[in-house]
């Protein structure tokens, strides 16, 4: 209700006590200056007028602190309540603690920043049971990757697969298709038309997870052509080494003149002859 000193606090339910770690007594009778903090979408006190004023529903967060000293974010949900006559009388507040969603979105946000560091590239792909497709996360890697934008990838799912090889192409999907509905891992070399540098080989190793109404792919793709090429080297030395060391039938690898019939050598240094003293 209003006060002098600004919305005055008239009722508070026990879970909003344990919420904002106060005693009863010191929020029943306080004003809502109480809950400001420079850390707030808006100010508590504006927020609640504007509601009384407009009689329509704000919604907004604070940051601040509970009586332990925690580091807490509450939403507010602020709604006006009208009396027999259609006037606003009062402001209802409701509160919602989110500091775990605030804290989680923080972490996936390092994730991110740290996904976008690490060489190669990764993705993460949702595919619906209706047809329905969506990329929740793509690294920077990806662009640098397939020498696509992000956006032509998140406008058109099939950007990337239309680059693969026809026949390698025929594997991704008859690998994937039966661990999007049982989840589970594959890992996969394939050929890529990239837009700038032609042909490379890319792997991917990726998990499926199945979830209600869909799976979800999340991946991890890098560029192993140097090693492809290195493997095919040493493979085409080995088969040329091979050829070289064959014996053809018949052949001998023995020279010079035949053995066949020669008399046996002594084994050995000869004995020395005697000779005559003058």
Request: aromatic share 6%; with cysteine; glycine share 10%.
């Amino acid at each position: 209700t209003d006060h002098a000193e600004g919305p005055q606090i008239l009722w508070c339910n026990e879970a909003a006590r344990e919420l904002v770690g106060l005693p009863r007594d010191k929020l029943v009778g306080s004003t809502l200056h109480l809950f400001e903090s420079p850390d707030a979408d808006r100010s508590i006190v504006e927020a609640v007028i504007d509601a009384k004023r407009s009689a329509r529903e704000v919604r907004f967060e604070i940051h601040g602190g509970n009586d332990n000293g925690d580091p807490i974010w509450i939403e507010l949900d602020v709604r006006p309540l009208s009396d027999a006559s259609g006037a606003v009388a009062h402001v209802v507040l409701f509160l919602r603690d989110v500091s775990g969603t605030r804290a989680l979105e923080a972490r996936l946000e390092r994730g991110r920043g740290l996904a976008d560091s690490v060489p190669g590239a990764l993705f993460q792909a949702y595919y619906g049971d209706d047809g329905s497709f969506l990329h929740p996360h793509l690294s920077a890697g990806v662009e640098s990757l397939f020498g696509v934008s992000l956006a032509d990838i998140r406008a058109d799912n099939t950007t990337i697969l239309r680059g693969m090889d026809r026949d390698d192409l025929k594997t991704w999907r008859r690998q994937t298709k039966p661990l999007l509905a049982t989840g589970g891992t594959f890992d996969l070399t394939y050929r890529y038309r990239h837009p700038q540098r032609g042909v490379i080989h890319v792997r991917t190793v990726a998990r499926a997870d199945r979830g209600e109404g869909g799976g979800t792919w999340n991946a991890y793709c890098s560029d192993v052509t140097e090693g492809v090429k290195r493997e095919a080297d040493l493979r085409a030395a080995k088969e040329d080494a091979a050829t070289t060391m064959a014996i053809p039938s018949g052949s001998s690898l023995m020279s010079g003149p035949s053995t066949v019939d020669q008399q046996p050598r002594p084994v050995g240094n000869p004995l020395p002859r005697p000779c005559r003293l003058p």
